[in-house]
Each structure stands twice: as structure tokens, then as C-alpha cells.
């Protein structure tokens, strides 16, 4: 991807009208830092002056292009909609002072998403060869707008800007499958990857627990397989049904709303495998011939498409009405997580793949995939699949789109494929992005901020040829963990910000301290949209030798944050911290009991982060939630889980590992502590492991439903204490567990562990307390 960089400031506006010449002068960083530009331009020179936007500033429509009226128009609405400020659109020619929009053939930047913005005393102009630079470079006017919370007129520096994307590919991926949005919030996503200049919405649409898309000829598909019944249906505020389906016009409603933002959207139909609510609904099309319900479980589940020619019919007659509603030049067809078990059972299939001359399974989804990307071929259009498909062989003109790592993108690349990077766990947006107590539903291990905008989209082993076929980068949002649209904003931005900074902006100007000194802006402007962005961030962390503390009743404490940016303020009294709280520079010391509250501030005063705050006394230090205390050695696997698959709250949220029900009481003096208090919390086992079922380890009960057992220092150490656990079908959820504990002394840790069958319930550590002759003091 070349970028071309300008030096030379126009003396003159770009519809030909003379203007007086501003002096230019070299920009530093700190004077770039402080126009708070997300993704920052390909190149940014500051001038001397200012230019003021006000209510009677216009904005002029210089050509006759309905598409620049529509550009114009958009930015008068998002500067009324955030800034107060409502400016006027007209058509006419260059007049000033003015905001001038223009398509001009002989813009300086050639690139069709490039353009060209300058701001001089007299105006500001942006010029453009094609409707989507002519956008970008509005979306980038609208930041200079916007650079604070304040409402009203704005003074604009002096500057001139030529910016185009390093990558054409700036992917934003979301599961409508395992958990359903309604048109207005794929709108309201949509209004967000526009203003960070990214350009493909990729629209996972089927999957096991849910088809998500009408299909005329196949009814049933939206019948029966939008919908699913979840797990304990109906109790515990668990709907009787799960799911719902777009139309087909609501779609081309959809699309239509993306490409006025010059996103294009990219369906996803999966195959051959997630394809159990397919089976569902049309069981014909599968291997079996058995109709299994629309799954309850995430994870790999074992439906796979069959591969005679009715199947293959229906797969073509699918595609025909997804391509009749989208334009896309690329047709996503999946080909991820396909496990064989079912092709391999079937002498039908098994006759097939010999018949084909094919060695085994992963040759025979090869071959369905060439043949459906052959069929997308001959209709105008390209097949893009998950990395799986270089498995089995891949249509020559495939492009795949990289998700086991980058193994995947090298490999495509180096055989002249096209890619698209979008690795886990890097730019999987379901991973969490803090393990901080209060954070949200997600997997481990965590992907913060900082790494998502240190992820590099072009691997170091492709060569400068093979580096071309790099098309960019996409994050991932995969909604099992995600039941709504708050979730779903909590977990993009602002990771979604340092995305766009990754595809759009040179690789040589990122920088991580320059990053950070601009999102106070980016704040401001999710807040006066009402995005749920996350603070994860900037979120204080206060953080103390526990034992210590326990032992002589003073704490040692000391304040961070994952960005290492931000001013840190504090107090002991109880009171809120503000800006005239006293600020953090080293360590301090604090008599227990005392309340430690923090929070960041931005140099203006206004907060990166809301207060957070952590009571140090005896009882709160031998009280743990069960998301502080780790696994137990030996397996790594660990999510944060909703109460229920379909809970819409983002709180409360419980740490489990599905293969290994253990975990870790951190060692701790333990002299005089005489019982042990859990609240315990039992929750669904709805996760589909496929093959690796065989690792989820299964202990022994010595009661009918399993117990929770307290061993000293590691798992396989002396037994202190063995709670039985209630009966599923007559208790709560939510449920405590007591137990005396034989005296002890010195530091020892615990390891907790559940017995409870395999083949029931999950159950969850709440809180673990610690206590004294029984009591919390």
C-alpha cells in the first residue's frame, strides 16, 4: 500500500480562488497531539492562524454531484447532533469564509478514499477525486469540530492535511447469530465505524443457534431456525424463545444505510459446518437425516451440511437471494470449525469422497468449497473463508481472511492469495480487555488496549511482493458472551479507535503516548452519542501487599493504570476524588480499615475513567470474588459467563473453566481463621467442546449432587473441608456454602474445588470469605 506524502501547503484554494498565503511552519508531535485526530492522517501540517466555525458558517456544495449535497448534508447533521452548532448547506461556488466541499479529477490525493483538507483563516476546503475521500475527509472535519465536550462555535488551527488509508480492508465483524440486534443498532454500529473511516461491516448471519436471514424460497430457515430455546426456559428471566430473523427488505434497508457511509457489508453464510440451524429447519440438507433443535450451546457443535447435489442446490438457490440483496464483490462462506465426525459415519459421504477421488474429509470440504467458489464466480463475485479452507485445498482466487493467528495469512499470502487479518485472541473483540473484578463477560486471556494498537496487520515473514496481498485488518466481534447491543459497545470502543489507527493510518506514525493523549476527544464524542465505550483503560487500580496488610494492619498502597497515561487522584476520607483531590506520585501508606477511592483525569480536569475505589479492612481482604482467584494450575481456559446464555445485564458475571471446575485462594496468613464462607452460584453448561470433550476433567462425589472441597496449599493437598451441594431441581441459583476450618498456621493457599457430574449443571465461585470463630470481623 504506498502513501503518497506532500510538503508544500497550497497558497491558494483548490476551486481556483486566490487566497493570501499562510505561512507553514514544521509540526512537532506535540502540536499534532493536540488536534485530536482518530485514525491520525497520513500526513498533518499545522499553519499559523485560526479559522472559526459558527452557527453562520456555511457549508457549500461546490459541484453538482448529489453525492457531495448527501456528504454535506451528514456532517451538518453530526456537528447539530454533537456540537450544537447548525450550519447551513448551499450550493453555489468558493466563497468565504465558508466550508467548501468539492470532487475535483485534479484533487492532490489520487487514492479513492483519499482527500485533501486545508483550513486557513479565510476557510476550510476539502477536495476529493471520489465520494468516499470527499467522505472521510468530512468525517475528519467533523474531529477538528469536535476536539472537547464544549457545545457552540469552534476555532479551527491552520492546517493542511493529505490523507489516504494504508489498507482498503478495515473490517468490523458482528455475530447477529448467537445473539440478535435490531436494524437501529446495526445502524447506530454503522454510524460509528464511518466516523472511524472503516469500510467493511462483514455480517455473520448463520450459524448453530440461529439463521438470521429471510429466505424466500426456504421458509423454514426463519421458522424454525431463528429461533432456539434456551436452557431453563422461562424461569430466572430466561425467555420461553430465543432469536428473531431480518427481512429482506430490512437488509437492503441495511445496505443501502452502509454504503451512504461507505461501508460496503460482506454476508457471512457459514458451510459446511455451524450448520445445525439449517438442519433444524431443513434436515434433508444434512448428513443424518434427523431433525436436532436449534442449539443452546456454544462452541463446536457437529452438524455439517451433506454433499450430494440437492444440498448443493439448496446452497446455490441461498445464494442466489443473499447476493440479489447484497453487492458486495466478496461472499463470505465460512468453512471454520467443520468437524468430520458426521461425514465419516455416513457411507453415503464416505461413497462421495471416494467416488471424487478425494484422500479424506478436509479434501472434501475443499471440494464443496472450490465448487461454491466457482459458483460465486461465474455470478461476478469472490469467495472469502476463514483460514480452515487452505486446509482442504482453496479456489485459486480466494481470499482468506486469517483467525487461528496469522499461520493462516502467511501461508494464503505466500501462495498469492489475498488476506484479511483477523487473528485471535488479538483482534477478537469478545476477549476481555482488562481482568480487573468489575469488568464484563469475555474470554481470557485479556487483549487491552495498548495490544490492539500494537497489532501489525502485514506479518515480517511475507516479502514486499507477498505483502501486497495483505488487503488489512478486522476485529471480530462474536456475541456469545455479548447479549446485547450495550456489550457489544462496551467491548468495541474504544479498541475500535486504535483499530482504525492500525488500518488507516502509516505504520511509522503510530505511537502509543500520542494515542492516548488524543482519546480524552474520543471520549467526549462517544459520549455525546451515547456509546458505551469502556474505561478499562484508564480505570484506576489500587493495589497493596494483602498479607502484608493482614499482618500489621497497614497497607502499603500504590495506583496504576493499564494505559500508564492520565492524572491518578485519590482519597482516604470517603469522599468522591476530583481534580482537586490530592494527586498520586509514589506509594503511600494507609491504616487499615480506610477506603481507597481513585480515579484518571485527562489534563483538562474531565475523566478518562469513573471513580473506582476498594475497601481495605480484615474482613474485605479475606473476602474474594471468585473472578480475583486463578485457575488452578494445569489449564488455562477461563471465561467470564453471564448467569444465564441470554442475561441482558452486564453485571453480574462469574469466572469459569469448563474443563476444570478448580480454583486458587491466594496463600494467606491463616492464623486464627476458623471457617469458610462461599456464595456459590450454579449456571448452564450449555458449551459444545466437540472433540475436546475428552479434557474436561470429571472427580468423584461422595454426595448425590457433588460437593465443593477445600484442599490446603494445592489440589491434590489435605481435605479441610467438604460442602455438599443442593439439589438442582429444588434450589436457587445463588446459594452459600459454610464450613469450619481446622486450625492452621502460617501462610497457606487453598484450592476449591467442584465435584458435581459432568453432565450437569456448571457451578461458579461468587465470593469467597475467610473467617474468624465464625464471624466477618
Known sequence: M??????????????????????????????????SLIPLPAQLTVADGKFKVDPYTPIVVADHAGSTRRTARYLAELIARTRGLHLLVKQGTATTPAIVLRLDPRAPVANREGYALDVTPQGIRITARDDAGLFYGAMTLWQLLTPDAQHGAVQVPAMQIRDQPRFTWRGLMLDSARHFQSVAEIERLLDQMAEHKLNVFHWHLTDDQGWRIQIKRYPELTRIGAWRTPPDAGHDGEPQHYGGFYTQDEIRHVVAYAAARQITVVPEIDMPGHAQAVVAAYPQFGVTGQRPPVSVDWGVNPYLYNVDDATFRFITNVLDEVMALFPSKYIHVGGDEAVKDQWQAAPAVQAKMHALGLKDEDALQGWLIDRVGKYLDAHGRRLIGWDEILDGGVPADATVMSWRGTKGAIKAAQAGHDVVLSPAPDLYLDQLQSDRADETAGRIPVRDLASVYAFEPVPKELDAAQAQHVLGAQANAWTEHMPTMKHVEHAAFPRLAALSEVDWSPAAARDWNSFTSRLPAQFARYRAQGIGYADSAFAPDIALDRNAALTSGMAQVSLSNQAGSGVLRYTLDGSMPGRDSPEYRAPFAAKLPVTVRAVTLAPDGSMLAAPRERVLSRAALLSLGGNQMPNCPGSDFRLRVQPLPDATSPAPVYSINVFNTCQLYPATPMDGLASIH?????????????????????????????????????????????????????????FALDATLPAQHGEHALCLIYTAPTDGPLYALDRVALMLDGTTR
Not at 4 to 33: E, I, M, Y
Not at 684 to 698: G, W
Not at 702 to 722: I, K, M, R, Y
Open 678 to 734: 462461599v456464595d456459590a452460584v450454579r449456571l448452564e453448561r450449555n458449551f459444545a467442546l466437540a472433540h475436546e470433550q475428552k479434557l474436561v476433567v470429571s472427580r468423584p462425589q461422595a454426595t448425590p449432587f457433588g460437593e465443593l472441597v477445600v484442599h490446603l496449599d494445592q489440589c491434590d493437598g489435605p481435605v479441610l473441608a467438604s460442602m455438599p451441594l443442593p439439589d438442582p431441581a429444588h434450589s436457587a441459583r445463588h
Open 2 to 35: 504506498t502513501r503518497r506524502l506532500f510538503s508544500l501547503f497550497c497558497a491558494c484554494l483548490l476551486t481556483g480562488a486566490a487566497v493570501a498565503a499562510t505561512p507553514v511552519r514544521a509540526t512537532p508531535a506535540a502540536a499534532k497531539d493536540s488536534i
